[in-house]
Structure formats: C-alpha cells, structure tokens
C-alpha cells in the first residue's frame, strides 16, 4: 500500500497543470511543485523511469500522510491482498518467461543475476565449525551470515537494513557466546534477488528455512524493529523454533500500535541532495532516530553504521517492498497465543517508534517482560548494546537478576515492569 502511493507520485507530477514552472524535455518532465518540490521524470531505455523528490516539504507531507495510513485495519487489508495477489500474478508470469527460456537453452536475466548473488554469498559465508547436521527442509529464499559458536541466536534486522548492519564490537562479544545467524531480509545485503512482494509472514518463513539450513532445532530471536515484526510472526507461526524472545524497539500489529513521526523513514527513501556525500547522509538519517545527542558524543558508531548499510545497499524499490509489508501487518490478538518466555526492550527515547509500543506488546503477550531504557533512541543495539548482552547472557545462563544499565545510565535508573 506504501508502495502503492509511492509510485503513483510521478503521474501526480505528470498530471499537474502546464505553467512556467513546468517543462518538458528530451530526457522527459520537470516540475516544480510548491508542496512536493522538485520532480524529474526521466525515461531511459525500454522506457524505465527514474524519479527523484528532493523536497524537505514533500518529506514531512508524505509523513504526515503515512501516520493515519499505517494504523488503518481496513488499509492493512487491502495492502496484504494486494501483495498477494501481485505476488501471484509475478510467479505465474515468471514461470512462462522461464519455462519459454528453458525451451530454447536460455535462461531470463532474472535467473542469471539470482544465480550470482547467490554464489557471491556463499562464497562470503564464513563456515562454523560447530554447525549441526542440516535439517530437511526448503531451501532459503535469502541469504544469512554466522559466526561464533554456542547455542543458536537468530538476528532480525529492522526496515532497510541487512545482516551486516549490526555494530562490530557488539556483535564479536556475542560470537563469543553464541552461534549467531544475520539474515538478510528480502531486498537487503544478498537478498535482493529473493521473491517479491513479500508479507511479514514470507520473512518470518525465511527466518525458519534459515534455521533449517543452519541446522538449528530452536533458537533465541532478537528482532529489532521491522526485525521484532517477524520476531513475533515467527514465534506465531513455527512457536517450536524460538527458545526465546527479544523484542527491541518494535511495535505489536496493525491497528493496536502508537504511530510516530515518519520524517527519518521518508529521508532514508528520498536519497541524499545532489552533490551530498551518501556516507554522510546515511549517517545523519541514523542519528535522527538515535537519542539526542548519541550522534555528536558517538559519531564513530554512525559512521561504522553507514559504512555497513552502504556495502550493500538496500534499492530504494525494496525498501517500498519492505514498507508494503510492515503496513499489511495486522491481527494483535493473535499475539495472546505466545507461551514463549519475551522480554520487550524499548528506549524511552525512540523518535521512530514510540516507547509506549512497547508497554502495548508487553500487555498483549502473556507473561512478557518490559524493560525501558532511558536516554535511549531507536538504534538500542548501538546505543545500549551492553543492556542487551546483559539480557542475552542471563538467558544462556539462566540466572536471571539485574540487567546491565546503557552507557551513561544509572543501575537505577533501568525500568522493569
């Protein structure tokens, strides 16, 4: 459904009155537009199209719009079947273009590019010693990345982002304790190629078939944001696979979540300002959804993060695919089916997902524990990552107790409800 809106942009700049403010040329349309700003329209070969909004305006408008939009029951819906059903319509036809291929000893584009990103990610993949026997099962649709050695924790990445995109030093001292598997969610890292459009409920498919493929019987979950989403799906759909989870900075579903301000998410998609360096915008989008003040005292940590985002960047289209999904998610009282052990962990903070999401989950999974962290934004594993290796490393020992305070904060300060 964002999607959707999305691509209806350009024929809405198309359609806007002729003025002087208005040209077309030989690479295609102009217009400039006193709520979205400037447009181009530009046709290439084949008749692609590529489309640039470069608008602060048009951002906090498309913001503002996307705010009653992703709370709608009725638009959740709508977008699931829409998914569905293009998602239909995209086998079928890829199947007769392959099928057709086949015949004549050729196979399709699509098929060629699949085919190297997934050789180029096995050849990535850092084999783990202790890794057991391959249980039967699908082959994944996506790609994944381990390390460490340990009982198996499964990381989920947040919208837009890859496995690779998890702080360095944190993620090391959990390879020191755990066999750590990082997805890469359809559209990121060595996933791009993988089946689109997809649903909540196809990524939290993937995430088992990944578990498969690892050999894991079960696992502790770690989602984070849009991650948390398929954390949640996962342990609904395939309860016999998670050991535990751990919902960070996440939402429960449509239409039972507090909406935020859409303003970083719509900056991410916008893309840098002409002549801006791409590692300096991806890094100022991070701190918008970070603490105030977490960018200037830690600018080390962002940069490490636009490093790992910029490796492998996610295609503005995928994101649009990812953003499609998170707004198909729906049904919260599912989430009172849960008997896995959860614990919510939310900084009070978080510009992008209010804190008061995390106070909702906690009420509607049977015996969750909340934990809120003040001083802290939405990137909690960057920010407050020692919290989290607290968290993580009571449930391989079982001791339960206190959990370790963020950087900066007080013992005391730490909230568990």
Request: charged letters at 25%; glycine letters at 10%.
């Amino acid at each position: 459904m964002v999607g959707d809106a999305f691509d209806a942009l350009p024929g809405i700049a198309e359609s806007l009155p002729r003025s002087p403010s208005t040209t077309v040329t030989e690479d295609g349309l102009h217009a400039e537009h006193p709520v979205l700003g400037t447009a181009r329209s530009v046709t290439g070969q084949g008749g692609a199209h590529m489309h640039r909004w470069m608008s602060e305006v048009a951002m906090r408008e498309l913001g503002r719009v996307m705010v009653p939009l992703s709370s709608s029951r009725s638009l959740a819906v709508a977008a699931g079947w829409g998914i569905r059903g293009e998602a239909l319509c995209r086998r079928v036809v890829e199947l007769q273009l392959d099928t057709a291929a086949s015949a004549i000893g050729l196979e399709t584009s699509r098929a060629r590019r699949r085919q190297r990103e997934r050789a180029e990610a096995v050849s990535r993949r850092q084999p783990v010693s202790s890794t057991p026997p391959r249980r039967h099962g699908r082959t994944p649709a996506v790609n994944w990345h381990e390390g460490g050695d340990g009982p198996p924790l499964l990381l989920l990445n947040g919208w837009t982002a890859s496995g690779l995109s998890w702080p360095g030093k944190w993620l090391r001292r959990l390879e020191d304790s755990f066999h750590v598997i990082r997805i890469d969610n359809r559209g990121t890292g060595w996933s791009r190629g993988a089946p689109m459009p997809f649903t909540i409920a196809d990524l939290a498919d993937d995430a088992r078939d990944v578990l498969d493929a690892c050999g894991a019987d079960r696992a502790v979950v770690l989602g984070t944001s849009m991650g948390g989403m398929i954390a949640q799906e996962l342990a609904l759909r395939h309860p016999d696979r998670v050991e535990r989870l751990l919902l960070i900075a996440t939402r429960p579903p449509t239409p039972a979540h507090i909406t935020s301000d859409y303003t970083a998410a719509v900056a991410l998609l916008a893309g840098s300002r002409p002549g801006q360096d791409r590692r300096a915008h991806v890094a100022s989008v991070w701190a918008r959804v970070a603490a105030e003040g977490f960018a200037e005292q830690h600018p080390e940590i962002l940069d490490e993060a636009a490093d790992q985002v910029l490796e492998r960047a996610t295609p503005r289209s995928t994101m649009l695919m990812q953003a499609r999904a998170v707004g198909s998610w729906r049904g919260p009282r599912r989430l009172s089916r849960l008997s896995v052990p959860t614990t919510v962990v939310h900084g009070r903070s978080d510009p992008l997902v209010a804190v008061q999401n995390g106070r909702l989950l906690a009420e509607l999974i049977p015996g969750a524990t909340l934990v809120e962290l003040p001083g802290v934004g939405h990137l909690v594993a960057h920010e407050a990552g020692d919290s989290l290796l607290g968290i993580l490393e009571e449930y391989r020992s079982g001791t339960g107790g206190g959990v370790l305070p963020p950087r900066g904060a007080r013992a005391g300060d730490l909230e568990l409800l």
